[in-house]
């Protein structure tokens, strides 16, 4: 029987793939990466591991539901839902199923677990002792977030106590084919990473409607406003990227005394305005994450 039809991936948007680096360790990798979920997010990481140089044939994807994206990488070599026997103990194995359908999958998942196998999960709220108990193996705990899907994500990732520093590397050259890396300590912290990080496209894009919504209730023409919002979000964040310059410093380099900017930030920036607002979305994603855990 194919492995893995009682799991649903992580269907999160993605898009295009990163640019390939040439110098990249994945180039070097010899043994079995398994990636169990293929949906938007698994995608995007997949997309990027070949963009970065790693070789097709040391890729197995186990996921029921193919899109045709990934079912036509089969023909670069990615192997498309092995047999577990085909396939045996992997090196590698990146879980990117859907935290509600993980234990379900824990089964066939666990038959592709050595002792020595390294274990990197990108699914939210599942810790890394939950990981251990299903699936075994030397456990990283990651939260990406949707800009990976154009290389432009931030991953944050925590490692169990018996993850060698091979393995940390390997986890780092893997996260970092869909853009930048954080490591913590503490696993505690990773519940904020996800309201922070993780859950913070979401802010980003709602601030886009919002001020194309405000720019229509102000007169313009929707798609006008839209344009123009899409374009406002999309530039400052690109600013905010290539600059050197704290984000306060840039919002002061935008504002005039007494002028438009300064006129709007008073309502932002009041007792009522977005920080408050902002520190109750961030608390209430954390409490969500630690349910989610439980």
């Given at each position: ?71 036509a990488l089969a023909a670069r070599g990615v192997r498309l839902n092995p047999q577990a026997t085909e396939l045996g103990t992997v090196d590698t194995l990146v879980v990117a199923v859907k935290p509600q359908s993980f234990r379900d999958a ?132 690109e600013l905010l990227h290539r600059s050197d310059l704290a984000s306060a410093t840039l919002r002061q380099n935008v504002t005039s005394p007494g002028g438009t900017t300064a006129a709007a930030l008073e309502v932002l920036m009041a007792n ?23």
């Amino acid at each position: 029987m194919v492995m893995g039809p009682c799991f649903r991936r992580d269907d999160t948007e993605f898009a295009e793939p990163p640019v390939s680096t040439t110098n990249s360790p994945l180039k070097d990798v010899t043994g079995t990466i398994a990636l169990a979920g293929a949906g938007k997010m698994g995608g995007a990481m997949l997309t990027g591991w070949l963009a970065q140089g790693l070789s097709p044939p040391h890729v197995a994807v186990i996921d029921p539901h193919l899109s045709p994206e990934i079912s036509a990488l089969a023909a670069r070599g990615v192997r498309l839902n092995p047999q577990a026997t085909e396939l045996g103990t992997v090196d590698t194995l990146v879980v990117a199923v859907k935290p509600q359908s993980f234990r379900d999958a824990g089964a066939a998942l666990k038959a592709l677990v050595g002792p020595s196998t390294l274990v990197v999960s990108i699914m939210a709220g599942t810790t890394i002792s939950a990981l251990e108990e299903v699936v075994g193996g030397a456990v990283v705990r990651a939260m990406p977030n949707t800009p990976a899907a154009i290389g432009r994500g931030i991953t944050v990732a925590v490692p169990s106590k018996r993850v060698t520093a091979a393995q940390r590397a390997m986890t780092d050259a893997l996260l970092k084919a869909t853009g930048l890396v954080e490591w913590v300590d503490d696993e505690s912290l990773m519940d904020a990473v996800t309201a922070v990080s993780g859950s913070g496209p979401a802010y980003v894009f709602l601030l886009a409607e919002e001020l194309a919504r405000a720019g229509v209730a102000a007169g313009l023409p929707e798609h006008l406003a839209t344009t123009l919002a899409r374009a406002t979000v999309a530039g400052s964040g690109e600013l905010l990227h290539r600059s050197d310059l704290a984000s306060a410093t840039l919002r002061q380099n935008v504002t005039s005394p007494g002028g438009t900017t300064a006129a709007a930030l008073e309502v932002l920036m009041a007792n009522d305005g977005m920080q408050p607002l902002m520190t109750r979305a961030i608390a209430a994603a954390t409490r969500r994450s630690k349910e989610l855990a439980k």
